[in-house]
Each structure stands twice: as C-alpha cells, then as structure tokens.
C-alpha cells in the first residue's frame, strides 16, 4: 500500500500547513497551561518496552472487539466536534475514513450533521458519543433516533461539566461556536453543557437506551468501581486530549489503576497522545481494550479527507505490526503489563 504521506510527522505538518491558523490552533491546543496535554505525551514516551527476542513473527493477531463489535485491529476513532472546521463534508468524511481504514468511528454528539446522514454516509460500524444536554426529553428523543440508525452503543461524556479556557482560542478572540453559526439548543436549559450531571443521569440513561452505556473521562479507580456498579460497558480513560482539566494525570497513568478496579467487569477504552505504534502497543499492554485517536485522524482529514484519514491510522497500523514483530509479541490478546517498564 502506498500513500502520499510516508510518515506520521508529515502528516501533522501538512495539516498545520493547510489549516487556517485557529482551527489549527483549535485542533492541536489543550486548556491553560497545556500541561496535561503535555503530560500525555511524556508519560507514553517514558515508557520503555520490554524486548522479546527470537520469536516467530509471521502471524501476527490485532484482531479484538469494543462492545461485542469486531475490530480487525485495536484503533478506533475518538468523537470530535467542529469537523466541518477541518472538511467541508465533516463527521460524514470522517466516518468514510474510518470504513477505508477498517475500523470504528465514534461520532461526537457535537456534531453539525444529523445522525442519520452520518450512518449512512459510509457502512463501517459506529457508535454514539453523547453530550447531555440537561434535557432528558432532547436526549430521549436524539437516543430513539441514535437506536434507529444503527449505532452500536453510546459514550457519555463526562468531563465536560464546563467548557474548558482553551487558551489558544481565548488568547485569538475566536470561538469554535461562533466560528460554526451553533444556534443554543433552544430546549435545553444550558445551551451548552451539563453543568449538573450526576451518576442519576447515568442510571436514567440504561434506563432510557437500549444499547450498551459507556463513560468517557474516566481517571480513577474509585470511578471506575462506580461506573461498574451504575452497569456501564465502556470504561473510557481520557482527559479528554488535554482538553478540559489542566493539571490533572496523563492517561496512560491513570489507566492501571482502573483495569485492576475493572477486573474485566466493561471493555476499557483510552485515549490521549496517542500517535505511533508503540504508544498504541504501551497502552494495550497496560490493559485497555482499545485505543482511540483524536488529532492524529483529524490531521488527515484535514489533508485529504478520508483517504488522508486512511493513510494517518494505515501508518498507525504499519507502526503497530513493526513493534509487535520486533518486542516478540505478536498477539495483542497475550499481552501484559510487565511488557513496559518506566525508564525515565
Ligand atoms: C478538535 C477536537 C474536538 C473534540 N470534540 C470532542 C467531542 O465533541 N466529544 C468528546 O467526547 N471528545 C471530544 N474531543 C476529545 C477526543 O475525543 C479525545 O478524547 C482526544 O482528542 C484524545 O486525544 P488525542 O487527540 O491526543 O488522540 C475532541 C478533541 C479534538 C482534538
């Protein structure tokens, strides 16, 4: 397989390039200080794997499932909202991305399409990220239609209490919201975010849906415990890319505690920083399920549009399988914690 783009940083730099400076800054940035964004990154790279030598490598298995749904390989899609910043044809692009490179799109409930338009757009499978608006009726109504176009399960948001300072944003005058035209939900009593969503609001959710309930922005272990007794499926570790609060842990940190509070109990997704092979070999040896990148599809979006989103995960994957080949683990299902170790 060739691409136009023959490594990841090429990528990001063509985006960057390409992007009018504040969805460029909107894309890549974090809030505050930017520090746990930061933190991300370098907790990942601190981590060195653990290198199996003489074993054969020819067969390799990446195949896995989220939720009962198969997955050739563990890299899914995470939700983002304004893509109609980054493609003109936004989330319904984004979903034929995912199709052509074989795996799951997970479209945000902040997007500008109807989710019907979405699930048609391509026929790889999907599932929903929700934001709770503060209006069960909107949300009852959006999780009937959610049910009835085929996504395979729903994603509760919850680290979005408030919207984060995104400083970049703050600094330049510019608003992701104003910069799309959002008109208020003019049902809902906060326009934008749930400001008082509690764990009542996960029970009402089971209760409301019939598909299997996740949470994303998980980062403890005493949460982790809750979200399984409250009999949710997804346990998604995430600060949401840096996005939301600054100074807290990086992911990949956070991510061993809650696999053991787990203990198997839901399908463990995470994400943050995300952006080569090994990271995404760290983060599965440390026990998620599933990794999910944001930026690193956004940016061939941006490029060129679901192929570009085809050739930034086919690198991904490309990078997955030389790891795997070279630590001597060729299996992702075989693998444990003591595959990484902290070096720096
Ligand atoms: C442009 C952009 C928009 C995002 N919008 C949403 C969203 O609507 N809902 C959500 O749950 N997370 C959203 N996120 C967070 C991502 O789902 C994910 O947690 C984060 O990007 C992962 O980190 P990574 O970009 O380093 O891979 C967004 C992220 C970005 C970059």
């Not at 370098?42 to 009962?68: F, H, K, P």
């Not at 479209?107 to 989710?115: F, H, K, Q």
């Not at 996504?151 to 300072?165: A, E, G, P």
């Not at 007794?229 to 998604?236: D, F, L, M, R, S």
Request: proline share 6%; glycine share 10%.
């Amino acid at each position: 397989m060739t691409w136009p783009y023959v490594t990841i940083p090429e990528i990001r730099r063509a985006a960057r390039e390409k992007l009018p400076r504040e969805a460029w800054n909107f894309g890549d940035g974090g809030s505050e200080t930017e520090i746990t964004m930061r933190r991300n990154r370098r907790a990942i790279r601190r981590l060195a794997i653990r290198q199996d030598i003489l074993v054969d490598a020819r067969v390799l298995e990446l195949a896995t499932s989220l939720c009962g749904v198969p997955l050739s390989w563990p890299v899914v899609i995470a939700p983002m909202g304004g893509l109609v910043l980054f493609h003109p044809e936004g989330d319904v692009e984004m979903g034929r991305g995912a199709q052509l490179a074989d795996t799951l799109q997970f479209l945000s409930g902040a997007t500008g399409w109807p989710v019907e338009d979405v699930a048609k757009g391509s026929s790889g499978p999907k599932m929903f990220q929700l934001y709770h608006h503060g209006d069960r009726a909107w949300v009852a109504d959006l999780m009937a239609r959610v049910e009835a176009s085929g996504y395979h399960s729903v994603v509760l948001t919850v680290d979005v209490q408030v919207y984060s300072r995104r400083e970049r944003d703050v600094a330049a005058r510019w608003s992701p919201r104003e910069a799309m035209k959002i008109a208020p939900n003019p049902r809902g009593p906060d326009p934008h975010y749930p400001t008082r969503l509690t764990w009542d609001d996960v029970d009402w959710l089971r209760k409301t849906t019939k598909l299997p309930v996740g949470l994303k922005g998980i980062m403890t272990a005493r949460d982790a415990r809750r979200a399984i007794e409250h009999g949710v499926k997804i346990v998604w570790v995430s600060n949401h890319g840096g996005r939301q609060l600054d100074a807290t842990q990086a992911s990949i940190d956070a991510l061993p505690a809650v696999v053991d509070a787990v203990a198997g109990a839901a399908d463990i997704v995470i994400d943050g920083g995300f952006t080569r092979g090994t990271d995404v070999l760290k983060g599965l040896a440390r026990g998620a399920n599933v990794i999910a990148v944001g930026r690193q599809a956004l940016w061939g979006l941006a490029v060129n549009g679901a192929p570009g989103v085809e050739n930034a995960l086919g690198l991904l994957r490309e990078e997955l399988k030389i790891a795997m080949a070279l630590s001597g683990h060729t299996s992702i299902q075989r693998l444990t914690p003591d595959l990484v170790f902290q070096v720096d």
